[in-house]
């Protein structure tokens, strides 16, 4: 079966990951295409969803604002792979407080059993990159991307953690959804896009 991926284009890193679908999409000789989905409508045909990085609490109003965040919600309680990135990480979230203003009255998705620390490592003029590794998803070296990223304090027993950097958790998973505070996007290591799509493919065929 052919598979669609979408990469929500509310706000933020859309094109880099839809290259980066494309380039695994292609690496893996796997059948699919991938489009920027926005409205209900069109993320009702996807099969594997990135959510990008940007701004968490503009991806959350303006999607709440369209309805899109209901159906995604729905979606991905119903089994669909998800990835989030940085800001995508926060929405799956149930828990988010910013390291300076702390909670705000932000959408989110509360998909993921999770403390989260919005804005953790500083500001964007601290943004830093750094090798981590991914090992129980067969990604031991990863160029680590980190721009206002978030970081998760604890977890809910469901919840896998994939990485950590300076002992703060940095990648986690649950079943169907992965949540990474770096931009494997801005990279031109495609190996988690690549896990993704895989993963995706295993649930839909
Ligand atoms: N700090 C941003 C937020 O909380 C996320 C930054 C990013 O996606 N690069 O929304």
């Known amino acids: 079966m052919s598979l669609t991926f979408g990469v929500l284009s509310i706000q933020g890193d859309v094109l880099e990951n839809i290259l980066s679908i494309e380039a695994a999409i292609d690496a893996l000789g796997i059948d699919g295409i991938v489009t920027a989905v926005r409205t209900p409508d069109e993320i009702s045909k996807v099969d594997g969803l990135v959510i990008p990085g940007g701004e968490s609490t503009t991806i959350g109003q303006l999607s709440k604002f369209n309805g899109s965040l209901k159906i995604l919600k729905e979606k991905i309680e119903q089994g ?39 804005n953790s490592f500083g500001r964007q003029r601290e943004s830093f990159e750094s090798d ?51 931009h494997p996007e801005l990279t031109s290591d495609i190996s988690l896009h690549k896990y993704f799509v895989n993963l995706t493919n295993t649930v839909k065929n």
Do not use: H, W, Y
């Open 80 to 118: 669909m792979p998800v990835l989030g990135i940085c800001a995508g990480m926060v929405l799956l979230s149930n828990n988010a407080n910013d390291k300076v203003v702390g909670k705000i009255d932000q959408p989110l998705l509360n998909i993921l059993d999770i403390k989260l620390e919005r």
């Open 132 to 182: 981590i590794s991914l090992n129980s998803i067969g990604i031991p070296k990863f160029n680590g991307v980190f721009i206002r990223a978030p970081s998760i304090s604890e977890i809910g027993s469901d919840v896998e953690v994939l990485s950590t950097f300076n002992e703060k958790i940095i990648a986690v998973k649950k079943n169907n959804v992965i949540g990474v505070a770096f």
